[in-house]
C-alpha cells in the first residue's frame, strides 16, 4: 500500500511538472531563420512581449478540473556575431521576465494561484559549419551566399530565476538544462528550408518541492520552418515542431508521464528601416496526452541592429 501511495504522489507531481515547467521548454525553442548568415561584428539588441492562454489537463486523482491559465511574458534579448575559427558564429543571451495565472476548480471549489518574476536567463553559442564562412560587412555585401548551410550549437539555461522550493509551480528550474542542437538550411530562390534537431539535458534538481529530489531523461526535440522572403528584412514562416521524453523521477520513484507534444507556428518580420524590425507570430501547442495542456499565444518583437 505504501509503494501504491508513492507512486500516485510522483504522478501527481509529473502531472504538475507537464504543465507548469515542460509546457515550455522547447516551446520557447520554436525560431525560425536560427541558422541564418550574418557578417561579423553585428548586435541586436532585442525587447519582445507575448500573451498566452489555454487549457490544463491534470491527471484525475489531483481534483483539478476546467484549469486556465494565461500569461504575458517579456524578454531582452542580445545578440552578438563574431568570427569562431574562420567560421560565422553568434552569441545569443535571453532574460525572460512573466506573470502567469492558474484558474480552476479544485475538489469542486473554485481556486486560483499566480507567479510572477524572472525566469532562468539562457545562453547560445552557435557556429555555422558549412556554406557560412567568416566575413566582413563589406566582404558579405560583395560575396555570393551558399544556398545551403549547416550548424551547430549549443545552448545552455543557468538556474538563476526565481525559485521557492515550497512551491511546486516555479518560474525558475534551480538546474542547469544543457541543449545540443544540429541544423540545416536550404534556400532556393526566394524559399528558404530549415530543419533544427534538439537534445535537451538536465541536471538533478537536489531542492527540489519541500526537499524532494527531482531527475529528468532527456528530452528529443525537432523542429522544420518554410520561409519565403518578399525582400530584405520582409519574410513569412510557417513552422511546425515535435517533442518526446523527459520522464520524470522523484525521490527514485519513477513516473510513466512524459512529453508528447506538437506545436505551430506563423511568424512576419517587417522591417521599420535598415536597423530596425518587428517580428509577428502566433504559436499554438496541443498535447498528445491526456494530460498537458493546449496553449495559444501571440507574440510581438522589436530588434535594433548595430
Not at 515535435?242 to 517587417?270: C, F, M, P, R
Not at 521599420?272 to 496526452?289: A, E, F
Request: hydrophobic fraction near 35%; include cysteine; charged fraction near 20%.
Amino acid at each position: 500500500m505504501k509503494t501504491t501511495i508513492r507512486c500516485s504522489w510522483a504522478r501527481c507531481i509529473t502531472a504538475f511538472l507537464l504543465l507548469c515547467l515542460a509546457g515550455n521548454v522547447f516551446a520557447q525553442d520554436l525560431e525560425p531563420r536560427r541558422w541564418t548568415h550574418m557578417p561579423n561584428g553585428l548586435n541586436v539588441v532585442s525587447l519582445a512581449l507575448g500573451y498566452g492562454e489555454g487549457d490544463n489537463y491534470f491527471d484525475p486523482v489531483l481534483q483539478l478540473r476546467d484549469v486556465e491559465m494565461q500569461h504575458v511574458s517579456t524578454g531582452f534579448v542580445y545578440v552578438r556575431t563574431l568570427n569562431f575559427f574562420g567560421r560565422s558564429a553568434r552569441i545569443d543571451a535571453i532574460v525572460p521576465y512573466t506573470s502567469a495565472r492558474w484558474e480552476g476548480l479544485l475538489e469542486g471549489q473554485p481556486a486560483s494561484t499566480r507567479r510572477r518574476g524572472f525566469g532562468d536567463p539562457r545562453f547560445r553559442l552557435s557556429v555555422l559549419l558549412y556554406g557560412g564562412p567568416s566575413m566582413t560587412p563589406k566582404e558579405f555585401s560583395e560575396t555570393p551566399r551558399s544556398n545551403t548551410v549547416v550548424g551547430a550549437a549549443l545552448g545552455i539555461k543557468v538556474p538563476w530565476g526565481e525559485y521557492y522550493d515550497d512551491r511546486l509551480i516555479n518560474l525558475g528550474e534551480n538546474r542547469l538544462v544543457i541543449k545540443p542542437q544540429v541544423g540545416v538550411t536550404h534556400t532556393r530562390s526566394n524559399w528558404t528550408y530549415e530543419l533544427t534537431g534538439s537534445l535537451f539535458w538536465y541536471d538533478d534538481n537536489d531542492n527540489f518541492w519541500n526537499g524532494s529530489h527531482l531527475e529528468n531523461d532527456l528530452l528529443y526535440a525537432i523542429q522544420g520552418h518554410v520561409i519565403y522572403t518578399f525582400r530584405p528584412g520582409l519574410w513569412a514562416s510557417l513552422s511546425t515542431a515535435y517533442g518526446t521524453g523527459w520522464d520524470t523521477t522523484v525521490n527514485e520513484v519513477e513516473s510513466d508521464l512524459e512529453i508528447d507534444k506538437w506545436i505551430t507556428a506563423l511568424s512576419v518580420g517587417i522591417p521599420i528601416n535598415r536597423q530596425q524590425g518587428l517580428k509577428l507570430s502566433w504559436v499554438r501547442s496541443r498535447t498528445q496526452n491526456d494530460t498537458g495542456s493546449d496553449m495559444d499565444s501571440i507574440n510581438v518583437g522589436w530588434s535594433y541592429i548595430f
